[in-house]
């Protein structure tokens, strides 16, 4: 067996294949406010939040016009992007209703809060808060207890920032 990665190491950027590069900046930085950061003409786009030189990768290489693959095949389940708090997750929460865009579904993980849905190729994506690592629940034998309880999104969204 392979030692541990580094605790350091982290998911730096997601490269995604869309069909139409317009919908797709559209929704990422439209609706979910990333930053278009740089453009390759019409074929890809490099969006972040503050800055970074790309957080979201988007292009049309291979697949322009293209369809989603259908249910029951592998792929990337989702994408999740993380807030720093419940301000800022709710925020994104009103972002994506008021864009008309459906959820899939929402949960407190009881270390998180997240909702779920889908941009316009059919990728999913989640919206998610950690909460601190002291409030994560654990039994009594200190191992973690996620669970998948639901998720009160008006209280969420009361707590969004002005």
Excluded: C
């Excluded at 998911?11 to 929704?27: N, P, Q, S, T, W």
């Excluded at 950061?37 to 786009?45: D, H, I, P, S």
């Amino acid at each position: 067996m392979a030692p541990p990665i580094h605790p350091a190491a982290r998911i730096g950027h997601v490269h995604l294949k869309v069909a139409d590069l317009e919908r797709a900046i559209g929704f990422y930085s439209g609706v979910l406010g990333f930053e278009l950061q740089q453009r390759y003409g019409t074929a890809a786009a490099f969006l972040s939040a503050g800055g970074y030189h790309h957080h979201i990768g988007l292009n049309t290489w291979e697949s322009r016009g293209a369809t989603p693959p259908p249910p029951g095949h592998t792929g990337l389940y989702h994408t999740a992007f993380l807030y720093p708090d419940r301000a800022e997750l709710g925020d994104a929460i009103a972002r994506v209703l008021k864009a008309g865009i459906a959820l899939d579904g929402a949960a407190d993980h009881g270390v998180s809060e997240a909702v779920y849905l889908r941009d316009p190729d059919g990728n999913g994506v989640e919206l998610y808060r950690d909460r601190p690592e002291a409030e994560w629940p654990r039994d009594a034998q200190g191992n973690l207890e996620m669970r998948n309880s639901p998720l009160d999104i008006p209280a969420l969204l009361a707590e969004r920032r002005a």
